[in-house]
Nanobody, 122 residues
Framework: QVQLVESGGGLVQVGGSLRLSCAASGLTFSDYAMGWFRQTPGKEREFVAAASWTGGTTFYGEAVDGRCPITRDNAKNTVYLQMNNLKPEDTAVYYC???????????????WGQGTQVTVAS
């Protein structure tokens, strides 16, 4: 059974940082591109970042470009999102996802975690 388990969310002040982690099990981690998405109530899931199978290729959604590097450690079956210079509009539930192809489209992901809440207080 595939499991993606996010951690690292919480409450942070504007301008602060958080590092989200997503630990994967039940799949061959290096066979999957990994991504991060976020969602707020009443809105569609928004693409944040994605990394290729080795992590050598990454790309980002417009809202976080340059502020939130994605990395992965295939030896630990874990993908990370380092969130820097956080803004109130970054408040959301953050989900990690696994896809066979590198993608920014939520529906192309095969597996999802349950999400971790990030709240940025002004």
């Amino acid at each position: 059974q595939v499991q993606l388990v996010e951690s690292g969310g919480g409450l942070v002040q504007v301008g602060g940082s958080l590092r989200l982690s997503c630990a994967a099990s039940g799949l061959t981690f290096s066979d999957y591109a990994m991504g991060w998405f976020r969602q707020t109530p009443g809105k569609e899931r928004e693409f944040v970042a994605a990394a290729s199978w080795t992590g050598g290729t990454t790309f980002y959604g417009e809202a976080v470009d340059g502020r939130c590097p994605i990395t992965r450690d295939n030896a630990k079956n874990t993908v990370y999102l380092q969130m820097n210079n956080l803004k109130p509009e970054d408040t959301a539930v953050y989900y990690c996802a696994a896809a066979k192809q590198l993608t920014s489209e939520a529906h192309r992901n095969d597996y999802w975690g349950q999400g971790t809440q990030v709240t940025v207080a002004s």
